[in-house]
């Protein structure tokens, strides 16, 4: 075992800005499970659960910890009586464990969640599905978004969706003067759940698509919607209104920031910025970022809505909406005081937090 994981490993890693960070190895399964309270100040901390094969022992816990705090930033922007946590089960190799080795991982990970006594509320992440929140749901009450006919939420994926579509509206006004999708191109990099999705509204709203996926069976749809297709190395330095990432995370860089071709980027996909300091970048280029932690709220809007709260599909259709009234408040914010959106939006969501109970802030160092 390395210095690095046996750090990992410790039970409770010190970290000023978590509430609780914990890592247990899972009876079942043997696997280490990482659990990341950030903040519980609105309320029980809600956030997905990662199973995810990493290359480094010690990126796991960082990325626990960095998820988590995204996630209490996302929950206290979209107006949710939530805080923010994150699961993440690293796998020895990039084989995704089935049948009878799954059943047990996810029985670990119902137990630990369930010591947490409904301090933290799991849903599905990279790696897990509606279908595994069930098998979890055996272990525990404190899950969220198993599917409609075991009693849950089901796939979030449509609802981040339209709340991404109500995002580009807020996005096309500030970059353009005019909240019309119709006649605009965008960009959609990563066809899969919500992107496909995502594809279909703009679509149905008028917008000229280019699209890409490394999945060459997502095709099919942008022949469907007579998009064009651009490889995905392409897709970044394609002249496109807004650019809309809808795949992984780390999309922006230092590197690829120079190559965008696009006034505005706008998408669902967690975590575009690689780090902090490159929402300065893209600022520098007079692109406009929309922080992904509002633009993809829409999914945890509908799923904490319908489980937790028990509101109506009208609420909850007009919570989506509200988006583009956060959004437009985060680039008011950012225009008034000469600062990023990305500290725009933590500094409104830090706000939040510290009105609930004052203690530390949800990210430090952020531009
Ligand atoms: N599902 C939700 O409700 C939800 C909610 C909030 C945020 N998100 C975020 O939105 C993003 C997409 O989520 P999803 O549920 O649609 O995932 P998904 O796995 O269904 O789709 C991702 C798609 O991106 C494609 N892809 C991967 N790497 C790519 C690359 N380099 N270039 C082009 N395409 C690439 C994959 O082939 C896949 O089709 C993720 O970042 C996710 O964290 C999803």
């Not at 897990?128 to 599917?147: K, L, N, Y």
């Not at 009693?151 to 449509?158: H, V």
């Not at 120079?258 to 669902?268: E, F, S």
């Not at 007009?318 to 225009?335: G, S």
Request: glycine share 10%; charged share 20%.
């Amino acid at each position: 075992m390395t210095a690095a994981l046996e750090q990992a490993l410790s039970p409770n890693i010190p970290n000023p800005s978590h509430e609780l960070v914990q890592v247990v190895r899972g009876s079942r399964s043997g696997l280490a499970i990482t659990v990341a309270i950030h903040s519980t100040a609105l309320g029980p901390a809600a956030g997905g659960c990662r199973i995810a094969h990493y290359a480094d022992p010690a990126a796991p816990v960082a990325d626990a910890l960095r998820l988590a705090a995204a996630m209490t930033e996302k929950n206290a922007l979209a107006g949710l009586e939530h805080g923010g946590a994150k699961t993440v089960v690293a796998l020895p190799t990039a084989a995704r464990p089935a049948g009878a080795e799954r059943t047990a991982l996810l029985h670990d990970l119902g137990d630990v969640i369930e010591s947490l006594g409904g301090r933290y509320i799991a849903g599905p992440d990279v790696g897990s599905s509606p279908a595994d929140m069930s098998v979890i749901g055996e272990r525990t009450a404190h899950v969220c978004c198993r599917p409609v006919e075991h009693g849950g939420s089901g796939d979030s994926s449509l609802h981040t969706a339209r709340g991404t579509l109500a995002a580009l509206g807020a996005v096309a006004d500030e970059a353009f003067g005019s909240p019309e999708l119709a006649g605009r191109t965008f960009g959609v990099i990563g066809l899969g759940a919500v992107g496909a999705h995502v594809a279909r509204l703009l679509d149905r709203a008028g917008a000229r698509l280019v699209v890409t996926d490394v999945d060459p069976a997502t095709r099919g749809l942008a022949e469907e919607l007579g998009a064009t297709w651009v490889d995905p190395d392409d897709a970044l330095a394609t002249e496109v209104d807004i650019l809309v990432p809808a795949a992984l995370g780390g999309l922006l860089t230092a590197r690829t920031v120079p190559l965008l071709r696009c006034a505005a980027v706008a998408g669902p996909a967690n975590n575009q910025l690689d780090e902090p300091a490159t929402a300065r970048l893209l600022a520098a280029r007079g692109i406009l970022w929309a922080p992904d932690v509002v633009v993809s709220s829409g999914g945890v809007i509908h799923a904490t809505g319908v489980e937790l709260r028990q509101e109506p599909e009208e609420r909850l259709t007009e919570r989506i909406h509200d988006i583009a009234a956060t959004l437009r408040q985060v680039f008011h914010k950012a225009r008034t005081h000469r600062i990023t959106p990305a500290l725009a939006a933590v500094q409104l969501a830090e706000q939040r937090v510290r009105r609930a109970r004052p203690g530390p802030g949800i990210v430090d160092g952020r531009p």
